[in-house]
DNA sequence: CCGTAGTTTCAGACTTTTCTGAAATATCGG
DNA sequence: CCGATATTTCAGAAAAGTCTGAAACTACGG
């Protein structure tokens, strides 16, 4: 690797903590090395200054843009791939929610609609389809949020944040200005029968895992 | 693997999810069954359900307790330890939040701290301290942010969520009604020379990476 | 169409992480 | 202190993930 010691450190943090942000070593380093690029750079000068396979900075940049982390240009009468990373960081963090939410998310959604339109066939299951409501519902209100706020410009999501706490004195407010209607829902995906989770309270013993 | 389907699909699900959570299959898969559970388990009850090893389960639990993610108690003469998931599944979105914090964003805070005391080289350094400088201040307002946030007790969490993005409005309520005065900061860890980033603007070339 | 400059794919080598069984450790009642 | 029960540790086996070099592919100018 071949980088200053300023950028090095920091490209090698990223690479460690790539690991933790579901991608891998080199993809977090390609990416931080794009970060505090001056300029666009192509796949040979991210080869050269990582010290990394060709087609593993190919790999890496594919995944980055399956990220939609990256941005792709060209330079006339040159037909190699600039890259850069975008300059607006919160535009950054926006992408970043969101692929995550994406992959984590929504998959989680799917199955626990799935799972709730079972019928329980024990005690046990009976609990466990209720704790997945919860969580359902969670996950829920979670994700349309994030698609709310997402749309909501740089500025005010950093008024937001310096607001931080002061945010209860804020909802008392809005409390009293009325700002709490019912807010419509987005239109379900799947059939809308979450809520017939029964009354049927069946006391079949026999659902304690300890029991032979 | 001895469990009811509906409660099998989850499990395997969060298994699944676990890795991108920074945990492996094991340690989600044993918190998806606490999840679920109308009981505490002992760790044999969990070597049962999900037919793992003894000692997987061992370690997973005491990676859940290190994440703070589960509840230990004992029942009376019986001394094996009894595991249990929070009720309140908010709780449980808090603490993944706040450890995800201490595990990814207080180590990349620190790592730029340091970076931002070193004096740049070159004009290529120059611009990545540039860089630096621009994301650290946003992880430390998203860290400031969560600081305050965390102690917004449930209730009013999900009136905000609640709110979504209408919550723009309740914005332009608080800056009429001046919410918006300065902050008070927490005490720097380190020293404050931050804005020292020089007006020095050498323009020493060959610092492009294309370069020979 | 051919040669060149560039990018992508992929099988297998290599590295890292996870999981296991056996042994070590801890704790309690008697 | 002993024996029974419970938990933890750890070295190595197994599995998963990453990285590479060689080959395949693509697009373009001549």
Redesign the interface.
Known sequence: MNL????Q??VL?FGE?GG???VNRTVGQIYALL?????P??AD?IV??LGVSRSNVSMGLKELQAWNLVRLQHKPNDRRDYYSAPED??QI?RTLVEERKK??ID??LS??R??LM?R??????R???E??R??HE?MD??S??YD??R??ETE?L??????????????E??DR?N??SP?KKKPASATDDDHASSDRQEQRPG????EP
């Open positions: 200053p010691p300023l950028v450190t920091f943090h903590m933790r942000w579901g970060f505090v690029s001056p300029q750079l192509v000068d050269e200054a960081i919160w963090v992959r984590e998959p989680t199955m626990l799935e799972a079972e329980p066939e024990s005690e046990y299951e609990h466990a389809q704790r997945m919860v969580m969670l209100a979670m349309d949020w709310d706020v749309r909501i005010r950093v008024q937001l944040m310096k607001l931080g706490s002061r945010i209860t004195r804020v909802l407010a809005a200005l700002f709490m807010r659902d304690d895992p300890d």
